[in-house]
C-alpha cells in the first residue's frame, strides 16, 4: 500500500473538518471588518457583505486620524505600560518569595492570588468607584491603571510560580552556598531564566488592559481621558452608527495588539503550559 494512502485511510477526517469550519469562523468575521472598513457609507448599505468594495476608499482612516485617535492611542499605551509594568515588578518578587520561602504566611499569601482568581471584575465596580472617588482619583488615568495591577496580579503570580517550580532548586542552592541573598537570586537567576513565563503573562495582561472597558467608562468622564475602548463612541450618532468608520477605528486600534503578540508568540505556549509537568 503507497505510503500517501496509509496517510489518508489513518487521517483525522473528523479533526480536520471541525478544524476546518473553525477556521472559518474566525476569518470570516475578519474578512468582514477588513473590507467592510474600506467601503463608503452608501456602499455599506448597497453591496453584498462578503462582496468587495468597489470602489475601495481610504475615508474611513482618514476620518479616524483626523479625529482623537492618536490622543485615545496614547491614553491606552500609557495606562496599558504602566499597568503592565507595575503588575510585573509587583508579581514576580512574590513568586520568587513564594516558591523560595519557608514561612506559612506565604502559603497564605499565594491562597489569597487563588481566591482573587475566584472574584468577578464586575462585582467590585461600586467598591472600586468607592475607593477611586475617595482618594481623588476618578477622572484621572491613574485610576485605570491601580485596578487594573489589583485584577491583573494574582493570574500574573500563579503563572510565575508555576514556572519557577519548574527551575532546578540546586541551581539557587548553589547560588545560596556563595553567599547570595534572595534578591541577588531572583535579579540574577528568577528573572532571566522567567523570561518566557514574564512575557506570556505582560502579553496576556497587556491584552486585557488594552480592550478594558468596564473600569474605563465607570472610572473616567471627560473626554481627554478617553481610552480607545471608548473612543469608537465618537463615530456614534444620535439615530444611526457610521460602522465603516467604527470598524476602520477596530482595525487601527487591534495593530499595536498584533504586532505585540508576533514578537511574543514563541513564548505563549512555553509560559501557559509552565508548572503542568508536575
Known sequence: MPAWLRRVLHANVVGAVAGLFWLALVIVPLYWIAITSLRSREGFFDSHPLELPHPATLDNYRRVLEGDFVRY??????????????????????????????????????QL?????????????????????????????????LPGVAFSTPLTVVILVNFLRDVPRELFEAMRIDGAGHWRMLRSLSLPLARPA?????????LNVWNAFLF??????????????????????EFNIDVPTVLAYVVLSTIPIVAL??????????????GFSK
Open 73 to 110: 492611542l496614547g491614553n491606552s499605551a500609557l495606562v496599558t505600560v504602566a499597568t503592565v509594568g507595575l503588575t510585573l515588578l509587583v508579581s514576580l518578587p512574590a513568586a520568587h518569595a513564594i516558591v523560595h520561602g519557608k514561612s506559612r504566611a506565604l502559603v497564605l499569601t499565594f
Open 198 to 206: 514574564i512575557i506570556t503573562v505582560a502579553v496576556y495582561d497587556t
Open 113 to 145: 492570588f487563588l481566591l482573587g482568581l475566584a472574584i468577578p471584575l464586575q462585582a467590585t465596580i461600586i467598591p472600586v468607584y468607592f475607593i477611586v472617588s475617595k482618594i481623588h482619583l476618578y477622572d484621572t488615568l491613574l485610576a485605570l491603571v
Open 216 to 237: 474605563p467608562l465607570i472610572l473616567t468622564q471627560d473626554a481627554s481621558k478617553r481610552v480607545l475602548t471608548l473612543g469608537v463612541w465618537a463615530f456614534q450618532g
Open 261 to 274: 503578540y508576533i514578537v511574543g508568540r514563541r513564548y505563549l505556549v512555553s509560559g501557559l503550559t509552565a
